[in-house]
């Protein structure tokens, strides 16, 4: 039996948590700095690397005890080492070494993609291989095949903006808030999902997607209408009509983009057996309808995590240092976060 603490700082959340081999999760508990990032429209490097380092040893400390474990019986500490913005990752890393070294305890560098790929397995742990994963949150929109643990392959990812920063960018451009997927999301509901605008779907023919061209999209059909205003880069229709109206025509058009990529991914791997749905992105109940529906008409499977294992969190690093420390693949004290 063996306890894993996983520490994540790669982006605005402190987060930290620990699986036992024997239980599966005990405790999952962070900071998030969206109030911090909230009055910018997006997360500032310096102000969250600050946070992270003024929070990192209470969460940590919260994460044990709510785990009901002292650090001396934790037996590896699980620690996001890339991709994510430096300074914040710098934290998460040198902390977990320094509370390695200190307690003699092995380390193992989790790459913070794979966390979320695996982040469906924490509450089901029998999902089957080979599969396909789509990650979506506010830094990357990626699909993998995912073949066993720790086995996966990049078929298809963004060239340009993910589409969480779509639906953020779209947010600030509409001065609804941040993060933008949940306002948007709430407005569309409010109108029953309804497709006003048409926006351009993907003409990417391959597995990759794109997000930029959608962002242009809406701005010049707001310009179109007279509710934008490009010089003074100012929202001239504040009615919640078009709140409503836009924010649904993009649900509804990132949806179908998903959808659409799937389904081309299903036809070059037909030997899928199911679909992960990951990510912040993956929090959004009417994508993950869709998406559970498009699955359950091709015969495959469908999983999609709660919302606290979408968002950043410890437990996926935690989880997937339990099967790096199964196979025995640490890191010693060189690691860096390239
Ligand atoms: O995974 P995450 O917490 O952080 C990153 O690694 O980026 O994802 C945050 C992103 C934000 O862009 C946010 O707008 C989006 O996830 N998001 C949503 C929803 N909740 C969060 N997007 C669409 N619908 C939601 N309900
Ligand atoms: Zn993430």
């Known amino acids: 039996m063996l306890n894993i603490l996983g520490i994540e700082s790669s982006c605005d959340e402190t987060a930290a948590a620990v699986y036992n081999t024997n239980r599966g999760i005990i405790s999952n508990f962070l900071f998030s700095q969206i109030e911090l990032h909230k009055q910018f429209g997006g997360v500032m490097p310096e102000i969250a690397s600050r946070s992270h380092i003024e929070k990192i040893d209470s969460i940590v400390k919260t994460a044990l005890e709510k785990a009901n474990l002292t650090l001396s019986e934790i037996d590896v500490i699980a620690v996001t080492n890339k991709p994510g913005l430096p300074g914040s990752l710098l934290v998460g890393l040198c902390f977990a070494k320094a509370i390695a070294y200190a307690q003699n305890k092995k380390l193992i560098g989790v790459n913070h993609l794979e966390g979320h790929i695996f982040s469906a397995f924490i509450e089901n742990p029998n999902i ?17 095949l995912v073949k066993n643990f720790g ?26 808030g941040y993060p933008g997927g949940p306002i948007i999301e709430k407005y569309a509901q409010e109108v029953d999902f309804i497709d006003f605008f048409s926006y351009p779907r993907s003409h990417i023919t391959d597995l990759d997607l794109s997000f930029s061209g959608l962002k242009t999209a809406v701005l010049y059909d707001l310009v179109k209408k007279n509710a934008y205003d490009l010089k003074s880069k100012k929202i001239l229709d504040n009615s919640i009509k078009l709140k409503q109206e836009v924010s649904s025509s993009l649900l509804v058009c990132i949806a179908d983009i998903f959808e659409q990529k799937l389904n081309k991914a299903f036809k070059l791997y037909p030997e899928l057996k199911a679909i992960t749905f990951v990510g912040g992105v993956a929090c959004n109940k009417y994508i993950k309808e869709k998406l559970s529906k498009f699955a359950q008409a091709k015969n495959l499977k469908f999983f999609s995590p709660s919302p606290q294992y979408c968002t950043d969190n410890g437990a996926m690093i935690a989880y997937v240092g339990h099967y790096k420390a199964q196979k025995n693949e640490f890191s010693d004290f060189s690691l860096d976060i390239f």
């Open 128 to 144: 089957p291989f080979p599969h396909i994963c789509l990650t979506a949150s506010g830094g990357h929109t990626s699909i993998y």
């Open 151 to 176: 086995e996966y392959e990049l078929l298809g990812t963004t060239r340009d903006d993910a589409a969480g920063e779509a639906f953020d960018k779209i947010a600030k451009l509409l001065n609804l």
